[in-house]
C-alpha cells in the first residue's frame, strides 16, 4: 500500500486521534479526573511506614465516657496538654478551632495551658466572615501572592488563645475536582495577608524561627522554607503532594502518654458522629490525618514530584504513539499489533510505578491509555472493514475463476493479487473448434447458444478449479488460466499439463449431452507453456483486473493458434515438456518458431495414454523426425503411413499433415546445413 492510499484509507482514524486530541488539549473534566485517579493507582502500592515523629492523641468513643459530651469544657484539654507536657512530648498540634469562648468558662484554664508550651492551634478560610484571623509575615522572593489560593475571609481563634498560642495554622485543603485531597497548600492568602497551614506552621514553632521565607519564579511558586528548616519544593501554587502511605501511633486521650515522649502530638476527634472525615486515594481517613501526613511528608523528605512538563510531554507523547499504532493498524500483522498495545499498557503502567516508587514521580499514563485504545481500536476496526470489503471484491471478481481454496487464500492474504510479482507460472490458452457448426444448429436461437456456450465454459472451467488453477480471462469461445499463481504450487508444469488433459474430458463429457439433444459435438485445442510472467493487477483505475504478462504467455497464445495446423488438440512447450517428461507420453511435433520469433522451439503434443504401453510407437516417431532432420523426406512419408493407425489413431491428423509437409520439402532446395525449423508466418 502506497503512503496515499494510507492516508486514503486511514484519514478518518488521524482525524479522529486530532478530535480528541484538541478536546484533551483544554485538560477537561474526564482527562484530570482519570489522571488523578492513575496517580492514586500507584499510590495504593506503596508501602507504608510507621511515623517515628508524630503521634495521635484521639478524643474517642473512650474519652467521651470518661469527660461526657463534646465539646468538653475547655480545661480538660488543657489537662491533656499538661499530661503530655509531662509526658515528653513536643510540638502538641490541636486541629481544632476555637473561635468561640467557652460557655462553660475553661478558656482561662486552656490559655494557661498553651502559654509557652509549644501548641500550635487552628484557622480556616472562610466565605462568611473575616474574624481573629492571624497572619505570618513572609519573606519574598518575586511575587507569590497571585499563585496563593485566597480566601474571602479568614476565622482564626479567640484573640486570648490566639495571641498565646505559639503557632495558629489554617486546617483548609485544596481537593481536587473529584473532591480527593492529594495536594496541600502550604500557604494561602487572604487579600494581602498571607497564613500557613497548620503544618508548615507546626514546623516553624518546632525550629523556633518567626516566619516564612517564599521563592517564586515566573511559572509561579518555586519553594518555600523556614530559615531554620530544609527547602520544600512545591507547585506553582505552594502546594505539596501529600504522601498518604503514612500510620502513627495512636492512643486514646484517657490513656498514659509515657510512650510520646520525643514525638509531635496532634490531638484528634475520632468519636462517631464528631470526627470529621476526608477523601484520600488511600481511601476515607479522619481530618487530623491530613496535617499529620502533610507534617510527616515534610520531615521525611518526601517530595512526591510532578514536573510542570509533564502533562505537555505526555500529550506529545500520546499523539506520537498513536501515529506509530495507526500506522501499525494499516501494516502491521494483527499479532503484531495486539502485542504492541500489551507491551505499551504493560511497559507504560510498570513505568509509572517504577517512576514513583523509585523517585516519586508522577507521571499520567490514562491519557496514553483513553488515547491509544480508542484510536488503535478504531484504526483496527477501519482496517477490518477495508478487509472485509476487500474480501468480498475479491470473492466477487475470483469466485468464479478460482477455486474456493485460492479465493479463501487471496482473501486472507490480499497482497497476493495488489502486489505484482515476478514469477514462473505454467500457462495454458484453450479455444473452442466447431463453433461454426454449433452456432448455425441454432439459428436465431441466441439464448439457447449462450446457454450451450457457458455449459461448455463450465466444463473447461471445472478442472482448472480443481486443480487450484486461476482463470485469468475468457475471450469470447476462449480460455486463458495460470498455474503456479496467486497460489504456488511447485510441480505446476505437471499440473498444467494435466488440466489440459482433463479440460479435454470435460468436453467430451459435454459433447455426450449436446449430441443426445441433436447439436454437432465442438472440440477444444490448447497450448501450454512454462515461464516468467509479470502477475499482479492490471489495467485502468476505474477498470483492472488480475492479469499475467511476458513473453511465455505471447508464446503459449501461439502454441494454442497451431494446434488446428498440426491436427493435435494440445501442444506443449520445450520447458513444460523437460520438467514432465517423464510423467506423460510426449511426441515431438516440430521445431518452430512461432510468428514474431527467430528462434525454434521444439513443440511437443500429449496424449491420454500410457507411455510404457507405446514406446515401440514413440521410438517410429522419434527416428521419423530424424529422417525429416537429414532431409529424407521419402522415408519420413513412410514412417508417418506406418503410424496413422498407431496411439489409437489420435495423430492420424498430424501424420497427414506431415506428409503434406514432407510433399512440400521435397519440392524445395534446401541447404546442406539446413536447422529443420519452420517458420509461421501466421499466429
Not at 517 to 522: A, K, N, S, V, W
Not at 551 to 575: F, H, M, W
Request: glycine fraction near 8%; charged fraction near 20%.
Amino acid at each position: 500500500m502506497k503512503l496515499s492510499k494510507f492516508f486514503t484509507h486511514w484519514i478518518f482514524s488521524i482525524v479522529i486521534l486530532a478530535v480528541i486530541m484538541l478536546w484533551g488539549y483544554s485538560d477537561p473534566f474526564v482527562k484530570q479526573t482519570a489522571r488523578l485517579k492513575s496517580f492514586d493507582l500507584v499510590q495504593k502500592y506503596d508501602v507504608p511506614t510507621l511515623s517515628q515523629d508524630i503521634a495521635i492523641v484521639e478524643i474517642d468513643e473512650k474519652s467521651i465516657s470518661q469527660y461526657g459530651q463534646w465539646p468538653w469544657k475547655r480545661d480538660v484539654i488543657a489537662d491533656i496538654i499538661w499530661r503530655l507536657r509531662e509526658a515528653g512530648a513536643g510540638v502538641i498540634v490541636l486541629p481544632i478551632l476555637f473561635s468561640e469562648e467557652d460557655r462553660l468558662g475553661g478558656d482561662d484554664a486552656l490559655v494557661q495551658a498553651i502559654k509557652d508550651n509549644g501548641v500550635v492551634i487552628a484557622q480556616v478560610g472562610t466565605t462568611q466572615t473575616n474574624k481573629n484571623a492571624v497572619p505570618r509575615g513572609v519573606a519574598k522572593i518575586g511575587d507569590p501572592m497571585p499563585w496563593l489560593f485566597e480566601w474571602p475571609g479568614m476565622l482564626g481563634p479567640i484573640e486570648t488563645l490566639g495571641n498565646t498560642a505559639a503557632g495558629v495554622g489554617v486546617l483548609n485543603t485544596a481537593p481536587e475536582i473529584d473532591g480527593v485531597v492529594r495536594r496541600l497548600p502550604l500557604l494561602m492568602r487572604v487579600d494581602t495577608e498571607t497564613y500557613p497551614s497548620i503544618a508548615i506552621e507546626t514546623i516553624r514553632v518546632a525550629v523556633g524561627d518567626p516566619s516564612y521565607q517564599v521563592k517564586t519564579g515566573e511559572g509561579g511558586i518555586i519553594a518555600l522554607r523556614v530559615p531554620q528548616y530544609k527547602t520544600i519544593q512545591t507547585d506553582a501554587n505552594a502546594r505539596i503532594w501529600l504522601r498518604w502511605n503514612k500510620e502513627f501511633i495512636t492512643v486514646s486521650a484517657v490513656d498514659n502518654f509515657k510512650s510520646l515522649q520525643g514525638k509531635t502530638v496532634i490531638i484528634g476527634i475520632t468519636a462517631e458522629g464528631l470526627g470529621s472525615v476526608i477523601a484520600t486515594p488511600n481511601g476515607e481517613k479522619y481530618a487530623h490525618m491530613l496535617p499529620a501526613t502533610a507534617l510527616q511528608t515534610i520531615i521525611n523528605g518526601d517530595n512526591i514530584v510532578r514536573f510542570d512538563y509533564a502533562t505537555f510531554v505526555e500529550y506529545v507523547g500520546t499523539a506520537l504513539i498513536a501515529l506509530i499504532l495507526i500506522f501499525a493498524a494499516a501494516y502491521a500483522p494483527y499479532w503484531l499489533i495486539g502485542g504492541l498495545l500489551v507491551l505499551l499498557y504493560t511497559s507504560s503502567a510498570y513505568g509509572s510505578y517504577f517512576a514513583f516508587t523509585r523517585h516519586l514521580q508522577l507521571w499520567d499514563v490514562s491519557w496514553l491509555w483513553l488515547v491509544t485504545i480508542i484510536v488503535s481500536f478504531h484504526a483496527v476496526f477501519n482496517r477490518f472493514v477495508i478487509e472485509f470489503f476487500q474480501k468480498q471484491q475479491i470473492k466477487k471478481q475470483f469466485g468464479g475463476y478460482a477455486s474456493p481454496t485460492v479465493v479463501e487464500m487471496l482473501q486472507k492474504n490480499p497482497a497476493l493479487i495488489k502486489q505484482g510479482v515476478k514469477k514462473e507460472v505454467s500457462i495454458c490458452f484453450s479455444d473452442l473448434r466447431g463453433f461454426t457448426p454449433l452456432g448455425e444448429s441454432f439459428g436465431d436461437d441466441v439464448k439457447g447458444l449462450t446457454e450451450i456456450m457457458n455449459g461448455y465454459m463450465d466444463a473447461i472451467t471445472q478442472p482448472v478449479l480443481d486443480a487450484n488453477g486461476m482463470i485469468i480471462k475468457y475471450i469470447g469461445d476462449a480460455s486463458m488460466h495460470i498455474h503456479n499463481a496467486p497460489i504456488d504450487d511447485e510441480n505446476h508444469p505437471r499440473t498444467a499439463v494435466q488440466t489440459g488433459l482433463n479440460m479435454l474430458k470435460a468436453v467430451k463429457e459435454f459433447n455426450k449431452k449436446i449430441t443426445s439433444q441433436g447439436r454437432p459435438p465442438i472440440g477444444m485445442g490448447a497450448g501450454i507453456n512454462t515461464g516468467l510472467g509479470y502477475i499482479g493487477e492490471m489495467g485502468s483505475t476505474q477498470r483492472h483486473s488480475y492479469d499475467v504478462l511476458g513473453d511465455a504467455v505471447s508464446t503459449t497464445a501461439r502454441l494454442e493458434s497451431q494446434c488446428k495446423n498440426y491436427g493435435v488438440l494440445l501442444i506443449v512447450g520445450p520447458e513444460t515438456v523437460r520438467r514432465t517428461e517423464n510423467d506423460f507420453l510426449y511426441l515431438k511435433l516440430d521445431d518452430l518458431a512461432v510468428k514474431g520469433k527467430t528462434v525454434g522451439l521444439e513443440i511437443y503434443t500429449v496424449l491420454d495414454l500410457n507411455k510404457n504401453n507405446y514406446s515401440a510407437e514413440i521410438k517410429k516417431h522419434n527416428q521419423m523426425h530424424e529422417l525429416y532432420r537429414k532431409q529424407e523426406f521419402k522415408k519420413a512419408i513412410s514412417k508417418c503411413k506406418l503410424l496413422k493407425e498407431d496411439f489409437k489413431g489420435q495423430m492420424k491428423g498430424y501424420y497427414d499433415m506431415w506428409i503434406e509437409r514432407c510433399e512440400f520439402m521435397m519440392t524445395q532446395q534446401l541447404p546442406k546445413d539446413w536447422d529443420g525449423i519452420f517458420r509461421a508466418t501466421t499466429k
